[in-house]
Nanobody
Framework: QVQLVESGGGLVQAGGSLRLSCAASGRTFRTYVMGWFRQAKGKEREFVAAISRNSRGFYADSVKGRFTISMDNAKTTVYLQMNSLKPEDTAVYSC?????????????????WGQGTQVTVSS
């Protein structure tokens, strides 16, 4: 079992920055990809970013160049640095793990999920 706990969400003005954290406990995600997804009100969950075991990052086109995913050396915490935030980035952000690398953007392939953290970007 893996437990994931997100933190760092909040309210920020457009153009601002936030850093989300996802702390893992239990069986760590050393063998799986770690992903961030978001779900805006009334919309489906969408892929945001993922990071491989060797710290290679993958991004949705909508956040490329603005968001950066990273992992600590112990591989127990994953971060999502979000810069140049836009109102359309408003959503509940969740981290997840348990998916094979090849399915890094497919939320249905992830097994373990955190509870999510709200990010609200005002215009």
């Amino acid at each position: 079992q893996v437990q994931l706990v997100e933190s760092g969400g909040g309210l920020v003005q457009a153009g601002g920055s936030l850093r989300l954290s996802c702390a893992a406990s239990g069986r760590t995600f050393r063998t799986y990809v770690m992903g961030w997804f978001r779900q805006a009100k009334g919309k489906e969950r969408e892929f945001v970013a993922a990071i491989s075991r060797n710290s290679r990052g993958f991004y949705a086109d909508s956040v490329k160049g603005r968001f950066t995913i990273s992992m600590d050396n112990a591989k127990t915490t994953v971060y999502l640095q979000m810069n140049s935030l836009k109102p359309e980035d408003t959503a509940v952000y969740s981290c997840a793990t348990g998916a094979p690398m090849v399915d890094y953007s497919d939320n249905e392939k992830y097994v373990y999920w955190g509870q999510g953290t709200q990010v609200t970007v005002s215009s």
